[in-house]
């Protein structure tokens, strides 16, 4: 028997996937072939995750506290337990001592009731800021007063791709075939990425600019635009502060602008070239790039380019960064609580926090121990707290901490509806298998405590009945059913093909919002501390979810010559300010001589973790991580 469902990964591409399942159990799984931005292919961590769906670390029962250790016990205790606990904590010292985390586990939107149930407890704590996209979500909706983007296949009508800090082979891979489709219809496409990898090979061009050097290079850019007449006449009518835009690309030369991002003077021209006589060009924002000091007002430099260069309202052109994947559903919730925690700086917070303290933090699809910067500190901060509650699927390095972990459903067996950020069709995830006896759904958990904490009725409903009702409000009027998503492929009615074909903008003065106050740029490497660390997605992982998860040492990749005379091979000690890891030294010539590169996602427990080097720093606007800028070194392991 063949069985859909969608994939509710923190990924862009959003799958379908088509599991055959025989006698109960799924067998295969495979992409599916009608999917229009799926074509039949999954990535290598969905392929293999049957592995992860029968792992015998798998939690298949409640674990509580007992005595110092995690100990399994029955759902009417573990439920029991954790009402008890926040009903105490509630009476005493208010909601806002309980603070609710979510992550990116699983994109569901039914995974939101999860808020919706601590809103209408409290409001309880929430968090603030964004550790994944915070800097580039601020940046857009300062500049076009909408984040979305001009639908996936209108790449199809580019003259030339500009893919500013986007590894899309490991990080958006169903982007991939898109574009190859797009180039042999005649596209070019350029990669501009500090890191030499896979996609430069797809590419017609690579540019290796120093990390951090972008907001320069666009500026570069727009400076030559300027200078050759090729900003879009139109420009001043639907753009604020084009003149304080203009004065700031041209307060630097070219060269020096291009100096600054470490490239060539020819790099301006060659993209200025593509941005303006030769559009429509459509410039694909990274999701990397803004995680540094200045990412937001680098996000917004790429706005204005493809502002002024008139690619707004073309096909084939626009800015994307990250498509609405919530806006055809209703997400239930009504703001802000009482008292929010910044995601970035998690660890100061939740320690820092006072009248009331917060006593007990409610962990669903995430591991920030792992994940968030700092990790170190965030296990401190939630080791010395009263509760924890984790809800996951594996004793990850935060579940280990908790006073309570509650196994939940798999992506196999997830129940929900998603849009996607990275093209608009929308999907429905349904079990292809059922999940263990003692393992329920986060909707089923929240139901639970819902219950014994006299919310049973605000969190009433199944999990279809929830999809109905999440699609009513917006896709009810355009006619489109559950069913149909069920089916069929629906693309997001509402999101149009080219975001701006009307260059009407959704701002204060209605027009787009040009940043013209350059950042504050990022520490640069010293002597002492040479190298900025960049712990990057892999194909081997969704973040701290390992396909298979490693053992020994992580590799570290860099330059030969910045190996501190440590050769291919060796193991090393990779140390911050903050820390030090054991590594493996790997040697990579193509790399540039300033960065030290490491897959994300490396357990704590396992001393894997780069996080533990990371610093917690908040980006210029909106609240972002700034990740990628560590300064680092290799030392010997001898004494
Ligand atoms: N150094 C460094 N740090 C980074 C990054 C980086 O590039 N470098 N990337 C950052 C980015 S972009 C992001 S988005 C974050 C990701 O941070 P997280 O979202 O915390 O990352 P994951 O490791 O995927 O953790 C998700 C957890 O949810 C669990 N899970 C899966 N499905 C479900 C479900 O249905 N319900 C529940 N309750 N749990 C579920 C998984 O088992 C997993 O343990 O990390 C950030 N951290
Ligand atoms: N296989 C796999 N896929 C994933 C994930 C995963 O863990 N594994 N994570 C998922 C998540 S959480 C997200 S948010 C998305 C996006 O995941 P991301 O990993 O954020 O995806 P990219 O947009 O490719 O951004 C990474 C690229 O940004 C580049 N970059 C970093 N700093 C700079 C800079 O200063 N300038 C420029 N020009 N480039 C820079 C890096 O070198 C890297 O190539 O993908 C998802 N896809
Ligand atoms: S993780 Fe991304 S690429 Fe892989 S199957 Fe899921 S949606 Fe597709
Ligand atoms: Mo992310």
């Known amino acids: 028997m063949k069985l859909r469902t969608t994939c509710n990964r923190d990924c862009p591409d959003t799958c379908s996937i088509i599991a055959t399942v025989e ?14 931005v799926t074509r039949g292919a999954l990535c290598y961590r969905t392929s293999q995750f049957l592995d992860t769906q029968r792992s015998p670390e798998r939690l298949t029962r409640p674990l509580l506290r007992k005595h110092g250790e995690l100990t399994p016990v029955g759902w009417d205790e573990a439920m029991g337990f954790a009402a008890e606990q926040l009903e105490r904590i509630k009476r005493e010292s208010g909601p806002a001592a309980i603070f609710h ?27 603030r800021g964004d550790i994944c996209s915070g800097a580039g979500d601020a940046a857009q909706l300062l500049d076009f007063g909408v984040e979305d983007a001009n639908d996936l296949f209108d790449l199809l009508n580019s003259r030339h791709v500009l893919l500013w800090g986007k590894n899309v082979h490991v990080s958006s891979p169903h982007t991939l075939p ?45 400076h030559v635009l300027f200078q050759r007449g090729w900003v879009d006449p139109r420009a001043a009518q639907y753009c604020d502060h084009l003149g304080d835009f203009e004065a700031m690309a041209r307060s630097k030369s070219v060269e020096q602008w291009a100096s600054e991002a470490d490239v060539e003077p020819e790099v301006a021209h060659d993209l200025a070239r593509r941005l303006g006589p030769e559009k429509p060009c459509a410039i694909l924002v990274g999701w990397g790039m803004q995680r540094r000091s200045a990412g937001s007002a680098t996000v917004r430099a790429l706005d204005a380019l493809s502002a002024i260069s008139g690619n707004l309202d073309v096909p084939g052109g626009g800015v994307s960064f ?22 970035i700086t998690f660890a100061h917070d939740l ?4 009248d009331p303290p917060i006593r007990a933090v409610w962990i669903t699809c995430g591991n920030p121990v792992t994940m968030l910067p700092d990790s170190y500190a965030v296990a401190r901060a939630l080791s010395s707290r009263e509760l924890v509650v984790v809800v996951d699927s594996f004793l990850t390095d935060t579940a280990k901490l908790a006073t309570l972990v509650l196994p939940t459903t798999t992506l196999l067996e997830a129940d929900d509806i998603l849009g996607a950020y990275g093209h608009h069709y929308l999907g429905v995830s349904r079990p292809v298998v059922a999940p263990p006896p003692e393992v329920k759904s986060d909707l089923e958990i929240i139901q639970l405590l819902a219950a014994r904490v006299g919310l049973a009725e605000v969190m009433a409903g ?3 009945e929830w999809k109905e009702r999440v699609i009513a409000p917006k896709l009810g009027p355009r ?10 492929y629906v693309r997001n009615p509402l999101a149009p093909k080219v975001l701006f074909h009307d260059l009407k903008f959704p701002t204060a003065t209605g027009r787009v919002n040009l940043v013209h106050v350059p950042p504050q740029p990022e520490a640069e490497p010293t002597a002492q501390w040479p190298l900025k660390l960049m712990a990057l997605s892999t194909e081997k992982s969704q973040s701290s979810q390992w396909v298979r998860t490693p053992t020994g040492p992580l590799e570290v990749t860099v330059h030969p010559d910045a190996a501190g005379g440590l050769s291919d091979g060796v193991r090393a000690r990779l140390e911050s300010k903050l820390g030090a890891l054991e590594v493996v030294v790997r040697h990579d010539a193509r790399q540039r001589r300033d960065v030290a590169l490491m897959p994300k996602g490396g357990h704590l427990g396992r001393g894997q973790c780069a996080n533990a080097l990371t610093a917690a720093r908040v980006t210029d606007a909106g609240e972002g991580a700034a990740l990628y800028e560590e300064l680092v070194r290799l030392r010997s392991l001898e004494p």
Not at 322 to 343: D, H, I, K, N, S
Not at 479 to 488: A, D, K
Request: a positive charge; glycine letters at 10%; charged letters at 30%.
């Open 462 to 464: 199944t999990a279809r």
């Open 479 to 488: 006619g489109i059913t559950l069913e149909q998503l069920e089916t069929g």
């Open 101 to 127: 985390y979510r992550s990116g586990g699983s994109l569901g939107i039914l995974k939101l009731l999860t808020e919706r149930f601590f809103e209408a407890y409290g409001p309880c704590t929430a968090k």
């Open 23 to 36: 006698n109960g159990e799924v067998v295969r799984l495979a992409g599916d072939r009608d999917h229009p």
């Open 322 to 343: 990250y498509l609405a994947r919530r806006m055809a559903f209703e997400t239930y919730r009504t703001g802000e609580g009482p008292r929010t925690v910044c995601e």
């Open 351 to 354: 320690e820092k926090a006072a």
């Open 178 to 222: 898109v574009l190859m489709d797009a180039r042999r219809k005649g596209a070019k496409l350029v990669l501009i990425d500090p890191v030499r990898h896979r996609t430069a090979d797809s590419c017609e061009r690579y540019v290796q600019p120093r990390p951090g050097g972008d907001f320069a290079l666009a500026m570069a850019t727009a």
